[in-house]
T-cell receptor, first 110, second 118 residues
Framework: QKEVEQDPGPLSVPEGAIVSLNCTYSNSAFQYFMWYRQYSRKGPELLMYTYSSGNKEDGRFTAQVDKSSKYISLFIRDSQPSDSATYLCSQSGGYQKVTFGTGTKLQVIP | GAVVSQHPSRVICKSGTSVKIECRSLDFQATTMFWYRQFPKKSLMLMATSNEGSKATYEQGVEKDKFLINHASLTLSTLTVTSAHPEDSSFYIC??????????????FGPGTRLTVL
C-alpha cells in the first residue's frame, strides 16, 4: 500500500468551478500535511500546509484534513486557467522525509 | 525569499559519462537538502537526504555509489550521476529546509534538472 494515494486525473473543469482534490494516507503518526502545486517542467511550490486535523483557508484555497478517515482535501473556489497545474498532496512527520502522492493534473478551461 | 536554484536546468549526455547537478539555497542557509527524482506522471521519489558536513542518507534501493551527494556548505549540495545510463534519464529536483527559518516543515524546491542520457 502506498503511503499517500492520489487520483492522477486528469481533471478538467470550466473556469469558475469549485475544484475538489483528494488524497488518502496510511501513516497515522505523521502530523504535517502539505499541498504543492507544480507547473509543467518546474519544481513544486508549497501551496498550503496543515498540522494535525481541521481546515485551513487561504484566499480561494481551503485545505482540509480528516484524521478519522485519513483523508486530505484541497478545495479551489472560482477556479482560474492559471490554476491549471499538477497538485501534489504530501505528508511528513518532521524535517526529514516527505511522502508525496502521484499528483493530480488539473486543467481549468476558459 | 526562500529561493532554491538548480544548475543546469537541462543536460544531455552520452551513456557512460558522469553528470553533476548543483543545488543552491540563495537567500537562506539550508540545514538539510533533499534530492528527488520524478518520472512522467509519477510522484516525487526521495533519493537521499543530506545534512551539511555529513554523509547523505540514501533511501532504500538508491545506489549511493551511482548517485554521489556532497553537501559541502549550508548553501550548496551537489548530485553526481556517475556512469549514466539511459534509465537514469529523469527529472531531478532538490529541496532545502532550514530549522532556523521556519517551524512548519516546509521544503523549498528548486526548479529541477532534466537529464537525458543517450
Amino acid at each position: 500500500q502506498k503511503e499517500v494515494e492520489q487520483d492522477p486525473g486528469p481533471l478538467s473543469v470550466p473556469e469558475g468551478a469549485i475544484v475538489s482534490l483528494n488524497c488518502t494516507y496510511s501513516n497515522s503518526a505523521f502530523q504535517y500535511f502539505m499541498w504543492y502545486r507544480q507547473y509543467s517542467r518546474k519544481g513544486p511550490e508549497l501551496l498550503m500546509y496543515t498540522y494535525s486535523s481541521g481546515n485551513k483557508e487561504d484566499g480561494r484555497f481551503t485545505a482540509q484534513v480528516d484524521k478519522s478517515s485519513k483523508y486530505i482535501s484541497l478545495f479551489i473556489r472560482d477556479s482560474q486557467p492559471s490554476d491549471s497545474a499538477t497538485y501534489l498532496c504530501s505528508q511528513s512527520g518532521g524535517y526529514q522525509k516527505v511522502t508525496f502522492g502521484t499528483g493530480t493534473k488539473l486543467q481549468v478551461i476558459p | 525569499g526562500a529561493v532554491v536554484s538548480q544548475h543546469p536546468s537541462r543536460v544531455i549526455c552520452k551513456s557512460g559519462t558522469s553528470v553533476k547537478i548543483e543545488c543552491r539555497s540563495l537567500d537562506f542557509q539550508a540545514t538539510t537538502m533533499f534530492w528527488y527524482r520524478q518520472f512522467p506522471k509519477k510522484s516525487l521519489m526521495l533519493m537521499a537526504t543530506s545534512n551539511e558536513g555529513s554523509k547523505a542518507t540514501y533511501e532504500q534501493g538508491v545506489e549511493k555509489d551511482k548517485f554521489l551527494i556532497n553537501h559541502a556548505s549550508l548553501t550548496l549540495s551537489t548530485l553526481t550521476v556517475t556512469s549514466a545510463h539511459p534509465e537514469d534519464s529523469s527529472f531531478y529536483i532538490c529541496s532545502a529546509s532550514s530549522i532556523e527559518r521556519n517551524g512548519n516543515n516546509e521544503q523549498f524546491f528548486g526548479p529541477g534538472t532534466r537529464l537525458t542520457v543517450l
